[in-house]
């Protein structure tokens, strides 16, 4: 196993692995790897965003191990459990409006203390402010049309002055109509126009078709 220079993050030819937080335990049937008394859960590419532009190149500096992350689109939690692999030291608060989601979500947040589960809309992150702190890191995965005004609205909430956030573009969701390329040059105008550094932009190809990574850091 090869470090990639973020915690718990390893790399196995061209695979990638977290050290598992929980040793034994699968997530979504990924498979687990035993090296010198530790154990690694292979982290698919095609089922989480995050592994893909990781292998991408992208590398959020603020995703430690001590980290404190909002999680927005959790989902069943495929990669909030990697995140919680990361995260050790940290805490994550993941946020998803479907209470099916939720339900299945909750079998993972139930074998691991570092997530926090909150069934809310992340439309409105004033109704968790007496949960969640200023966090680290902002993570997006939300198939909305508005998905770019909610990370936003989340940022300006939560997100620490030197944090990172990390939105995943759903062209798709946004406007079928247009090029995903010009949606994605859109969303980074406006970002950039409330006040977000654009670091970097991972496309997903070949894991996610018409999806994006925008990796942003928040400005004064």
């Not at 500096?61 to 191990?65: A, G, H, I, S």
């Not at 691991?112 to 909150?118: F, G, K, V, Y």
């Given at each position: 196993m090869k470090s990639i220079g973020i915690d718990n993050v390893y790399k196995m030819g061209n695979k990638l692995y977290t050290r598992?937080?929980?040793?034994?335990?699968?997530v979504y049937g990924e498979s687990l790897k035993r090296i010198d008394g530790e154990e690694y859960r292979a982290w698919n590419p095609y089922r989480s965003k995050l592994a893909a532009a990781i292998l991408k190149g992208l590398k959020p500096?603020?995703?430690?191990?001590d980290a404190r992350v909002?999680?927005?689109?959790a989902a069943t939690g495929t990669?909030?459990?990697?995140?919680?692999?990361?995260v050790v030291d940290g805490m994550i608060y993941a946020v998803?409006?479907?209470?099916?989601?939720?339900?299945?979500?909750?079998?993972v947040v139930e074998r691991?203390?570092?997530?926090?589960?909150?069934l809310m809309d992340a439309n409105h992150p004033e109704r968790y402010q007496t949960v969640?702190?200023?966090v680290?890191?902002?993570?997006?995965?939300v198939s909305q049309r508005n998905q770019d005004d909610i990370f936003m609205r989340n940022a300006m909430m939560y997100l620490k002055t030197d944090g990172m956030g990390l939105l995943m573009v759903k062209t798709r969701s946004i406007d079928v109509a247009l090029p995903p390329k010009e949606i994605i040059e859109k969303v980074k105008e406006k970002l950039r126009g409330n006040g977000f550094n654009v670091l970097q932009v991972k496309q997903l190809t070949p894991y996610d078709k018409d999806h994006a990574a925008i990796l942003v850091k928040r400005e004064g």
């Open positions: 598992n937080l929980c040793k034994g335990v699968r500096e603020v995703l430690t191990k909002l999680y927005l689109g990669t909030v459990s990697h995140i919680s692999d990361i998803e409006s479907s209470p099916f989601a939720m339900k299945a979500f909750l079998g691991r203390m570092n997530i926090i589960p909150l969640v702190p200023r680290d890191f902002l993570y997006q995965d």
